[in-house]
């Protein structure tokens, strides 16, 4: 474990992370998505909710903030956010223009071409988001351990 990390992300998933570049896409998906169908490279957070997991990543990966969206949600079906998508949404602090909706086939197609899937422990349906990384344009010291 190491100071300063948040203890979701392990060295793994670090390592993941930091192999993603800027425009590059990670899903962050329920137990119930097809992860190992879909996924070139699926990482286990099997006791984890989703929302935490996006919390925890976003410590450490800025959001693209250049055209489309940053943050993309599986729709639910009947058009109404559910509260799991409200609290991914939330996880990611972004604003409400940086977010869009993409039907569960679609979503499914954008996850093929996603760099990295992580399969959470969510059991509510439609916890799934995808998150496009940005840029890391300076470092910042948070002290030392």
């Not at 957070?45 to 940053?70: C, F, H, K, N, W």
């Amino acid at each position: 474990m190491l100071s300063g990390i948040h203890p979701i992300l392990g060295g793994e998933l670090l390592a993941a992370l930091d192999r993603l570049g800027h425009g590059d896409e990670l899903v962050v998906a329920d137990a119930n998505f097809p992860a190992h169908r879909v996924g070139a490279l699926v990482l286990e957070a099997s006791a984890l909710a989703a929302a935490d997991v996006v919390r925890a990543i976003r410590t450490v990966l800025p959001l693209d903030s250049y055209e489309g969206a940053s943050v993309l949600l599986m729709a639910a079906e009947g058009g109404e956010r559910l509260p799991v998508q409200h609290e991914l949404v939330a996880a990611a602090e972004t604003t409400a223009d940086r977010v869009e909706e993409l039907e569960r086939f679609a979503f499914y197609d954008r996850a093929i071409a996603a760099q990295l899937i992580v399969r959470t422990g969510e059991l509510r349906p439609y916890g799934n988001l995808v998150l496009r990384k940005g840029v890391v344009n300076e470092y910042t010291p948070t002290g030392a351990a």
